[in-house]
């Protein structure tokens, strides 16, 4: 996958994330595609809510209320750790793959072979 369209920071977080993904799985398969890339739209978009906060300020002086920033900052970073544990790139998530029992292991191997087509 190629991240040619995001900031530098983004482009070396999603190039760790992919790294590792490959080095875990072989391949980026194309069904995590979707997820990859919501990653990396949602690290820019976190970017560019910190550089506005960062110019206009945390509260609005005249209503002193929040920036409604902060709170989108929040939906996007709770997206991406939906993702990560999706991709099973944290260690928590990682934990509960390695936790599951040969059932649910072959539940999952199943799920995967429906899903692959």
């Known amino acids: 996958m190629k991240f040619t369209g995001y900031s530098r920071a983004t482009q070396a977080t999603m190039k760790k994330i ?3 993904l490959t080095e875990k799985y072989g391949d980026i398969q194309p069904q995590w ?3 990859i890339t919501t990653i990396a739209d949602n690290l820019d978009m976190i970017a560019d809510c910190q550089q506005e906060i960062k110019r206009v300020g945390l ?8 920036n409604p920033l902060i709170a989108t900052i929040k939906d996007l970073q709770a997206t991406n750790l939906k993702c990560y544990q999706q991709l099973g790139v944290t260690p928590w998530s990682e934990s509960k ?8 292991a072959e539940d999952a191997e199943l799920l995967k072979g429906i899903m692959m087509g």
């Open 18 to 20: 992919t790294a590792y």
């Open 33 to 35: 595609e979707a997820t």
């Open 59 to 66: 509260y609005n002086d005249r209503t002193g209320r929040k």
């Open 97 to 104: 793959i390695k936790q599951t029992d040969s059932t649910e």
